[in-house]
Every structure is written in C-alpha cells, then in structure tokens.
C-alpha cells in the first residue's frame, strides 16, 4: 500500500519560531490528512486536505498539497513547547478512510 | 467526553502465548480500525470493522484476529505471538467510511513479548 513519506524526519527549533515539514506520495489520492503524536500516546487529528484544495489553515496550522508533485506540507507558526511531538502525514487513495501513514517528522520545541 | 479507550496500556506477553487487547468506543461510531506501530516506525492499518462487517488488508498476517461483539467494543487478538509483534497497538474509530472522515485514536497499548 502506498504511504507517504515525511521529509525531514527530525526537526529542533526554538519557541515561537516556525516548523515545516514535508509529505511526498506516489499514486492520486483523495486527500491528505495530517496527525500529531506525543511521545508514547496515541494520534490526534489535526488538518485535511482534499484533493481538489490547495491550501488549508486551522489555527497556527497551514497545509499545502501539490497533486502535481504528489507532495504536501504543514506550517505550525509561532511553535510553542507543547507541539513538540512526532507529526505523521497519511493518505486516503479512495475517500473510504483507510489510511496509509507516512514516516513521521519528529519535532522538538525548545522553550 | 466521548473517547476511545485502549485497555491494558501495557501487555507483556510470553512467546507463543496468545494475548488480546481490548478497545471500546463512547462515541458510537460505526467503524473501528486496529493499527500496529513499531518502534519509530509509521501506523500501518491492521483491519477494521464497519458495523459487524470485517475488513483484513491483504499483508496482515493470519496471526492477528479480531473480533467486535458490539458497537462499543472491539478485540485484537494475536494467537502466537513472535518477538517481532512486540509494538504499540492503536485502535481508532470514524463515523464512517465514505467520504471525509476523520479517525479519533486512543492511547495505544504497548506489547511488550518474551
């Protein structure tokens, strides 16, 4: 199955600076879904992305998909102590809800 | 609050010893998914349920089952397990599956097998 794939995989940066990172796929999907995990817990859902948008934004999150590069990215502005976390980007090929996660992008907040 | 709940959230387990973990839903969703996580790896989806309906993808091995009784609850059960089934099971649920839809995750068991 397919699955994205997160670029960088480990990201360090100081409070109240920004964070992007980077998820690539290989086949059409249709949509992106991006998911935050703390250390040991399980997922939480964040932002959605649907094929035919280019651009979302949800708080201090902003996402973009390019389906011509089959790549999307997530922004989180002005980033806090508390979004340190592992960020996962995951596909839906079909719109049935079966997910195929990417690597994930560990993000490290210095306060 | 409506959540997903995940018990135990640590298992330890012999070799070949079959273990189940458990999974129930308060937010009456209709589909149920089991995911397993190795250690700084992606979730890679195991099966769900949509109702009472199973659906295995195609690499899960036969070891892993699951059984969902009712709405609410949901079972992974491993019949033998090996030192590399040793991960964090996450069970998240959706209300659907058509469309958009997003899946609330709970906090995972961690398998621990020796």
């Known amino acids: 199955s397919q699955q994205g794939e997160e670029d960088p995989q480990a990201l360090s940066i100081q409070e109240g600076e920004n964070a992007t990172m980077n998820c690539s796929y290989k086949?059409?999907?249709?949509?992106l879904q991006w998911y935050r995990q703390n250390s040991g817990r399980g997922l939480v859902h964040l932002i959605l992305?649907?094929?035919?948008?280019r651009e979302k934004h949800s708080g201090r999150l902003r996402v973009t998909l390019d389906t011509s590069k089959k790549s999307s990215s997530l922004l989180i502005t002005a980033s806090r102590a508390a979004d340190t976390a592992s960020y996962f980007c995951?596909?839906?090929?079909?719109?049935?809800?079966?997910?195929?996660f990417g690597k994930g992008n560990q993000v490290v907040v210095i306060p | 609050d409506a959540m997903v709940i995940q018990n135990p959230r640590y298992q330890v387990t012999q070799f070949g010893k079959p273990v189940t973990l458990s999974c129930s839903q308060t937010?009456?969703?209709?589909?149920m998914y089991w995911y397993q996580q190795k250690s700084s790896q992606a979730p890679k989806l195991l099966f769900h349920?949509?109702?009472?309906?199973?659906?295995n993808e195609a690499d899960t091995p036969d070891n892993f089952q699951s059984r969902r009784p009712n709405t609410s609850f949901c079972f992974l059960d491993i019949r033998s397990p090996g030192l590399g089934d040793a991960a964090m099971y996450l069970c998240a649920t959706s209300m659907g599956l058509a469309g958009v839809n997003e899946q609330y995750f709970g906090p995972g068991t961690r398998l621990t097998v020796t």
């Open positions: 086949t059409s999907i249709n949509n």
């Open positions: 995951a596909t839906d090929l079909y719109g049935n809800n079966r997910l195929a």
């Open positions: 992305i649907r094929s035919n948008e």
């Open positions: 937010l009456n969703h209709n589909v």
């Open positions: 349920y949509y109702d009472k309906d199973f659906n």
